[in-house]
């Protein structure tokens, strides 16, 4: 059992470091043209609902983009290319309307707002730990408790696997998405055959997931859409908000130098990726200024003069504190 104490005043503090971080994320142009998409695999109906809005394909050879709506018929574990300002060439770190969506939003500074969106969601988490820290909890997949109770014939289990045998080789998809699933064929399904255990889904233990996910680090243990996908399952504990708001999160995160952006260059190597901490200093000094007195950003200082000269690329805080806003 975690203490709930020990994660909820940092609550403050990380909204402020993502809304910092996040600000230089503006929609700057309409489309900017990119032949590159995220990799996203539903993972439940609360996902499904954050994806409305956005622009897809079902494969790279499909013509044109199609926007997911409220009728769009989507199945859980569907693997869909989505446009994303993980993606986006937008110059300047910013990015463009179709890579965010059609979705309606009261200003363009994005950034922010998901900085203000994302932070919400860690204080649920961690708040919810009050109810339910402690708790094991094991998701059910209503539809297929259902097909096993009224198709199951058989299991039969050997030692490296685990098959299912049904009365009907009309097999539901969402097995495909079951930890240690291999392969289906006609009325079977088969599984590793390894020990599983249930772990405990405690508010706190997602907390500390989340932070794990976006902290600064070289040891990439995820593609950009894996993390992506990592991220959105714990947050889909305690909301679905818009997924172009988790996305942003990433958008300027990965590096394959200490100059370049990923999403600028995909066909490098990732090198690093930034964390909620780091994020404003790669923006630039003021900002890093703004957000954190240490020896670190007051060691900036004396390249401020340069930097202030280019105004086009300013952030909102930025502007502000100068009086250009």
Known sequence: ???KSKSTPSSGYLE??????LSILEIDEEDCGTRTSLDVTIIN?????????????????????????KSTKLKIGQQLLVRSPMFCQTKNMKIC???FGKKEVVTNYVGILAGQILAERFTQLSLRSFHDSGSANLEVNKLLTEFIRDHLTNIVNNKS??????????????????????????????FENTKNYVLNKDSVEGLKH???????????????????QELMKSILD?????????????????????????????????VKKLGDKTLAGKISPLLDLLYQQNSKSTESIDSLDS????????????????EKF
């Open 97 to 99: 309307q179709k890579c």
């Open 45 to 69: 109906e609360r996902h499904k609902q954050t994806l409305i809005d956005k622009w897809y394909k079902n494969k790279k050879s499909d013509p044109e983009w199609m926007l997911i709506t």
């Open 307 to 322: 930097y202030l000269r280019d105004d086009q690329n300013l952030t909102i805080y930025e502007k502000l504190f100068l």
């Open 16 to 21: 402020r470091s993502l809304a910092m971080g």
């Open 161 to 190: 696997e685990v098959k299912l045998i049904f009365d009907t080789e009309l097999i539901p998809s969402e097995f495909t998405i079951l930890s240690c699933y291999k392969h289906t064929q006609k009325n079977k399904v088969y």
């Open 210 to 228: 989340m932070r794990e996910i976006i902290k600064s680090t070289s040891n990439i243990k995820f593609t950009p859409s894996g993390y992506y």
């Open 238 to 270: 305690v909301g679905s908000p818009y997924s172009s708001f988790v996305e942003i999160l990433f958008a300027n995160m990965f590096l394959c130098s200490d100059e370049t952006i990923w999403r600028y260059d995909q066909s490098q190597k990732i």
């Open 1 to 3: 059992i975690s203490d």
